[in-house]
């Protein structure tokens, strides 16, 4: 899991970077990931997690608490 949002599953892409000319070059479309540190107030702990900033308005969103509990029941570790 080296550049993945860990909330949306976003992860880089190759493409095609198109130039005036219309010559074709290989490129990355990689998303915004940063890794944060959210209080987890049930279990009386900091967790770390990747996350995207569109990920970041989901938690802002739904509440750490939801978004964890979707992360676990997918099977990653928290």
């Not at 949002?5 to 915004?32: A, D």
């Not at 209080?39 to 938690?59: D, F, M, P, Q, Y």
Request: proline share 4%.
């Amino acid at each position: 899991m080296s550049n993945r949002c860990q909330v949306t599953g976003r992860e880089p892409r190759s493409g095609k970077h198109v130039s005036f000319s219309h010559k074709r070059n290989p490129r990355w479309f990689r998303p915004n990931i940063q890794t944060k540190k959210y209080w987890l107030a049930s279990e009386n702990r900091w967790i770390k997690l990747k996350v995207s900033t569109r990920g970041n308005k989901i938690i802002d969103k739904r509440g750490i608490e939801s978004v964890v509990n979707e992360i676990r029941l997918r099977g990653e570790k928290v």
